[in-house]
């Protein structure tokens, strides 16, 4: 556990996305996380009840506490919130630019039911800058569109979203899209040399909440552990598909993945009474 990586996103109350799943993604892979919160939530599997949105300068201090000590090997950003957070955040990321710390940003725009999370303001703080320090940018198809001003219906228009979001700075786009241009789950990944198409099932699962966040902190991490980009991005698709198959039947809604799936096959089950109990002096 000897590669960190620092995770700037919100909080879910649930468990099961957010800082959290990040948090579990990271020591699952054999990371060590830390975490800079932008957002505190009151969520369940349903909804989120409420948040309570943390002012940018204090985003800042726990970046640059973990980052002036603990230091990190990589960054994922998630839920940012507003164009305030986002500028202070890609502030710090410009101070530390000459380290080349990779940066995945999870643009996280995008609501459960579709809607969206921020407005033209903050999106376009991200397109201006975030995207130009992202080594990984992971937007799904709804995302895609909003920070391209396309309509994506097929492959050829995948390519074109992915070639744009690259024109904007990121060095390599991974973008989802499901039943909208195929009967399987489609990824598709472009860099400046090379694309290549990944599909898996669609899973018929409710259990997926946190998918996203899991996807992007499973790249980070895998990145942080010197993984090329397509490797990071294969080894973070499978756990991710894993966790899902894994999940407990938790909530009543979109329910939690279980990212300690592979931890639990390797582990027995801690017992009391296997401790011995002596006397020190």
Partial sequence: ??????????????????????????????????????????????????MHVLEPSLVVQQMRAVLEDVGADAIKTGYLINEEIINAVADVLDE??????????????????????MGEAAI??????LLIRAAVLTPDKREAELLTGMTIRDIDDM???????RTLGAETVLLKAGQAVSDKVVYLVATADEERIYERQMLKTRRTLGAGCTLSSAITVSLAQKFDVFSAIERALDFMHQAMLHAPAFGGAAGP??????????TSPFSPGSVKVGTYS
């Fill in 257 to 266: 993945m279980n990212h300690a799936f592979d931890i639990e096959a390797k």
């Fill in 159 to 165: 390519r074109h979203a992915a070639d744009m979001m």
């Fill in 1 to 50: 556990m000897t590669e960190r990586v620092l995770t700037v996103a919100e909080s879910d109350s649930s468990g099961a996305s957010g800082v959290q799943a990040d948090i579990k993604t990271i020591m699952a892979l054999g990371g060590y996380a830390a975490a800079a919160l932008s957002a505190i939530t009151a969520q369940d599997t349903r909804s989120i009840r409420h």
């Fill in 124 to 129: 376009a703080a991200i397109k201006r800058r």
């Fill in 96 to 117: 530390y630019q000459h380290q080349n710390i990779p940066v995945v940003v999870d643009p996280s725009i995008v609501l459960r039911n579709g809607g969206r999370f």
